[in-house]
């Protein structure tokens, strides 16, 4: 079955730092995945989302990610992170037939320490 | 201009009730979405519509009935609510399935 697993529930990093948010994914085939950011009482945003092609990926807001076949992991880094970075982080697979099923990891939630 | 609108963005009502959240979206996609997210802030799917059709429906108790109208509009309808439901009910829609989903701001559900 498939699966999304976001090892770190929590994670506080200082302002200008760098970041680097863990997902591990479990999945048969070619996954496409995605990476969503969800700021306090909001809806979710697309980061970045990897279908297939170059396994770095650049997205919004200066984050990346790699995919990483041979570790199943799908990362997400940011060179130098600002304090409104702050929320919680998901990542997630795309499942069933054309991906129509969006499984999602647990979130990790970012803190920035001024 | 707001593209996946939820209305009512808090409700809280008594168990036992039966309530409505509407969603409607203005990107002219075909694929609509509610997802459940709990006090953990786990995100989980429930039903997902293409064009009006149900194609993805988890196990989630048949108390919960979506219905769309359009495709731009995906309603849930939840009869004899339970404490239990008590959660954040997010809408999303895509272009189809697989591509990028775009979230509603959320509607808080308390059920007391």
């Known amino acids: 079955a498939q699966s999304v697993t976001q090892p770190d529930i929590h994670i506080t990093v200082s302002e200008g730092a760098s970041l680097e948010l863990r997902c591990n994914y479990s999945y048969g085939a070619t996954p496409y995945l995605f990476w969503y950011v969800q700021s306090p009482g909001q809806g979710l945003q697309l980061l970045l989302k990897y279908f297939s092609g170059d396994t770095l990926v650049q997205g919004i807001k200066g984050f990346e990610a790699e995919f990483k076949r041979s570790q199943s992991s799908f990362n997400l880094r940011k060179p130098s992170v600002h304090w409104s970075d702050a929320a919680e982080y998901f990542c997630?697979?795309?499942?069933?037939?054309?991906?129509?099923?969006?499984?999602f990891g647990s979130g990790t939630r970012l803190s920035i320490r001024p | 201009d707001t593209a996946v609108s939820q209305t009512p963005k808090y409700l809280v009502t008594q168990m036992g009730n039966d309530k409505s959240i509407k969603c409607e979206q203005n990107?002219?996609?075909?694929?609509m979405y509610w997802y459940k997210q709990d006090s953990k802030k786990f995100l989980k799917i429930m039903f997902s519509?293409?064009?009006?059709?149900?194609?993805i429906n988890e196990t989630v108790p048949n108390r919960f009935s979506p219905k769309s109208p359009d495709k731009a509009h995906l309603n849930l309808h939840i009869n004899s609510l339970e404490l239990g439901d008590s959660a954040v009910y997010f809408c999303?829609?895509?272009?189809?399935?697989?591509?990028?989903?775009?979230f509603g701001p959320g509607t808080r559900l308390l059920v007391l």
């Open positions: 519509y293409n064009n009006k059709e149900l194609i």
């Open positions: 999303a829609s895509s272009q189809v399935a697989r591509e990028t989903q775009y």
């Open positions: 990107l002219g996609h075909d694929t």
């Open positions: 997630a697979v795309g499942a069933g037939s054309s991906a129509s099923k969006i499984i």
